[in-house]
């Protein structure tokens, strides 16, 4: 069988999404925002400081580098991927903890973002960084996910199980350090990420792409599934008026 019509082990066979939340509606509350994409006093990591970091991270450990994705890692990586494979992080759960007054959200529509909290399991993907790109890989992923000098301590290693087997795998914002947290209800996360836009973007994208991705890798996660119903529940119950005048924002 030719490699491009291999199916990866993880996807899904479930056919057709049933989720509530679905493009449509993101459309409805997105809308193109001038905001900040990173905060003012942060000092953004440069290509050394990428590649010192990632020698700190990876010293004496085997290759490939696994990954641990539980967001958007899953449905964007942004670097070479030469494997996935369906992994459970031991004693984490995923939760919208971090509070976003820039990239997908402003100070008067804040937005959230995804992170690990102690606690209970998460399923997710180990994502291998291709052999041969580990500079350039890892340059993108710390890059991305790290940003700036002020979240450099936002990266750990964390005990995961692959087949049965347990290892560790890095991950990214696993009680998170050093950036504004809140703890909100699912009720109140929900109308957060429905309204939240920002110059990267819409939360309720964030969320439905995250989603997405868990569905198609054949991950049903209870908690992101409530939130995505409600963020879907809360965006059609906004009157025409109001989707109207967010559209031509």
Not at 43 to 72: C, E, M
Request: hydrophobic share 40%; aromatic share 6%.
């Amino acid at each position: 069988m030719p490699a491009s019509s291999k199916k990866k082990a993880w996807m899904s066979d479930a056919g057709p999404s049933q989720l509530r939340l679905t493009d449509a509606l993101v459309q409805r509350a997105t809308r193109a925002v001038d905001g900040p994409r990173y905060r003012d006093e942060w000092h953004l990591l440069d290509d050394a400081d990428l590649d010192k970091l990632a020698d700190q991270l990876t010293r004496n450990r085997p290759l490939p580098v696994p990954i641990f994705a539980y967001g958007s890692l899953i449905w964007n990586p942004g670097f070479a991927v030469s494997a996935s494979r369906r992994a459970t992080a031991i004693g984490w759960h995923r939760q919208f903890s971090i509070a976003l007054d820039h990239f997908r959200g402003t100070a008067e529509h804040p937005g959230l973002m995804l992170a690990l909290a102690s606690g209970g399991k998460c399923e997710g993907l180990i994502l291998e960084v291709a052999p041969g790109t580990e500079q350039e890989s890892l340059r993108a992923v710390l890059k991305r996910e790290l940003v700036a000098h002020e979240l450099a301590a936002n990266a750990r290693w964390i005990e995961v199980e692959v087949d049965g087997k347990r290892s560790e795998a890095l991950t990214f914002y696993a009680d998170p350090i050093d950036v504004p947290l809140t703890n909100l209800t699912v009720g109140d996360q929900a109308r957060l990420l429905a309204r939240a836009n920002g110059a990267a973007g819409s939360g309720s994208e964030y969320l439905l792409r995250t989603a997405q991705g868990l569905e198609a890798a054949g991950i049903h996660d209870p908690y992101i599934w409530e939130l995505q119903d409600l963020v879907a529940a809360e965006i059609e119950s906004w009157p025409a008026e109001q989707v109207r005048t967010s559209s031509q924002h």
